[in-house]
């Protein structure tokens, strides 16, 4: 189950700025909160019942209730799984993965005349993966790995176009480095992240999660791959029925 504080990361495009408040109350106060009747939130709050839960069903709860029971099960929950379970990466994964922001990325792809797709290291052949998950119903994309013709292509793109970055720290110079290039020429930034705050979410215009910590042994970095390619399948199955 997503704490709380997940669900609003990943929900954040679609709160309100009266729902950020509700947020920071409820993060200040979360042991009274969990406790508290949706009357007695709201006149805290002043705002009336229906607002919250509009707000608990925004971040994926059936309402109210459901969200109170989640708030008690964050406070009391001792033992979380170890973020370097095969498994519980996978599970992660497919609850962060949110069929509005596949169709949001979807619409955008559908409308823009090229998609390019970056990525630094271990994750570049996701890029032609998904080149070719969009090529087979017709869609024109490429990707690149090299500097020189990722800038190249990046100061060819329009406004509608599309940049597609995938990093999973958010935080790979390269990867920033076209981030940063892409918006001063207006061009849509996507990303794929781990889920967690990082620099490159934050330059982007729509951002995709995986759930992807890092891992490290004897020097290499074995981080989990396996969520990139679950989101971004679920990207290309999105965008197939789409695209009938």
């Given at each position: ?7 609003v990361h990943k929900y954040e495009y679609k709160l309100s700025d009266t729902e950020d408040q509700i947020v920071e109350y409820i993060i200040q106060h979360r042991q009274e909160a969990a406790s508290m009747s ?198 290309a199955e999105f965008y197939w029925d789409a695209s009938k």
């Amino acid at each position: 189950m997503m704490r709380f504080e997940e669900r609003v990361h990943k929900y954040e495009y679609k709160l309100s700025d009266t729902e950020d408040q509700i947020v920071e109350y409820i993060i200040q106060h979360r042991q009274e909160a969990a406790s508290m009747s949706i009357q007695t939130l709201a006149r805290k709050l002043y705002t009336v019942p229906n607002t919250i839960t509009r707000f608990a069903k925004k971040l994926g709860y059936d309402g109210y209730s459901q969200m109170k029971m989640s708030l008690k099960e964050d406070i009391h929950q001792e033992q979380m799984p170890s973020e370097n379970s095969f498994t519980y990466n996978i599970n992660k994964t497919i609850e962060l993965i949110d069929r509005d922001k596949l169709a949001i990325v979807t619409k955008m792809i559908q409308d823009a005349h090229r998609v390019l797709f970056f990525a630094v290291g271990d994750t570049v052949p996701f890029c032609e993966i998904m080149v070719k998950n969009l090529k087979v119903v017709g869609k024109q994309a490429e990707y690149y790995v090299h500097r020189h013709d990722i800038v190249y292509g990046i100061n060819q793109l329009e406004e509608t176009d599309i940049l597609f970055l995938i990093s999973l720290s958010g935080e790979t110079s390269q990867v920033l480095e076209m981030a940063e290039l892409a918006k001063r020429r207006g061009t849509q930034i996507i990303s794929l992240t781990h889920f967690d705050d990082n620099s490159l979410q934050k330059k982007a215009d729509v951002r995709l999660y995986c759930y992807a910590p890092y891992k490290r042994l004897n020097d290499y970095n074995i981080t989990d791959k396996t969520s990139v390619m679950l989101v971004l399948r679920a990207l290309a199955e999105f965008y197939w029925d789409a695209s009938k």
